[in-house]
């Protein structure tokens, strides 16, 4: 299994995705300081595997703290979720996982929980993420697989396997499992300007599962599609709006317009923490712009002149109407998805 991250007695151990696939070294955050630096350098990457990075972040948190009393942690807890909540705003399993924490600190802090047994809470609340995380990815896989094409070529964008979740992955999960079913597929990935996922991540964890991967540059995807080499398109989501619309890694928008020019069903796959109910739509996602540098410079080396106007958002927002299902750990939700994810919602309450 690739171990995207792990708790250690030393603190939580990264494989540093900055690095792959050149090269496979880890990263030991021993801090809170430390994991959000990982989680904004992008060591660490992809909606889910953020969450859980967070929630570890707390545990190492309540693990550091010289506090003697809760009363006297209390403060310091509020300081290192919002350190944590102020690495990355787009994708909502961050801002999931940090509220899960703090529903459990208020309600050990009202039920008198002694700080010792609260530090034990709060790292056993986030080994329970982990593992619901890979549950979470199978129960997709198995969900999402059946949807795939018995052979043939299924797109990808971005990195939303293994590496952007606690291990198997969404997107990725679901084309595992498919190939698991004994399906015949090949999957083309997309580079992923400017951060490269795609090229570097997903085509690295996908032989290292022996499954057979073309990377493309971002804009082959149109005349593969146009030859027939596309049979289905399955993406990961960072933030699912509660009418449906995704934000997910820029460039994602186009594959799904073109999926739908071309007749391809589209399918975005993610757990149940990537829905956020209390955004309404797409527009209401924030969508984080970074560093210029990405796309100026690559490998250290400078592409584009001196002072050229550069613009960087990482994310951009699918609207619903192109989405033909969105499979969760939950099952698999057709449109009209304000409709389908509220009854979802309500069922599992
Ligand atoms: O900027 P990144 O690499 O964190 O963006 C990741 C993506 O957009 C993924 O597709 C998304 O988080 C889903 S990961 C299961």
Redesign the pocket.
Known sequence: MIPTLTWTDEGVRFIDQTKLPLEESYVLATTVDEVADVIVT?VV??????GVSAAYGVALGAHNTRAATVTEFAPEFEQICTRLAGT?PT?VNLFWAIDRMKKLFASELAAGTPLYQIKVKILNEAHAMYDEDIAACKAMGAHGGALLPDEGGVLT?????AL??CGY???LGVIRSAVEMGKNIHVYADETRP?L?GARLTAWELMADGIPTTVICDNMAASLMRAGKIKAVV????RIAANGDFA??IGTYNVAILAKEHGIPFYCA?PWSTIDMETPTGDAIPIEERNQKEVTHHGGKQLTPNGVGICNP??DVTPAKYTTAIITERGVLRAPYAESLRTMELAAK
Request: charge should be positive; proline fraction near 3%.
């Open positions: 992008m990457r992809g909606a889910p595997a953020i990355r994708a964008h971005c990195n939303a396997g952007a979740t992955g969404t997107a951060f996922q993406v990961g989501a960072d997910n890694k993610a990482a994310f």
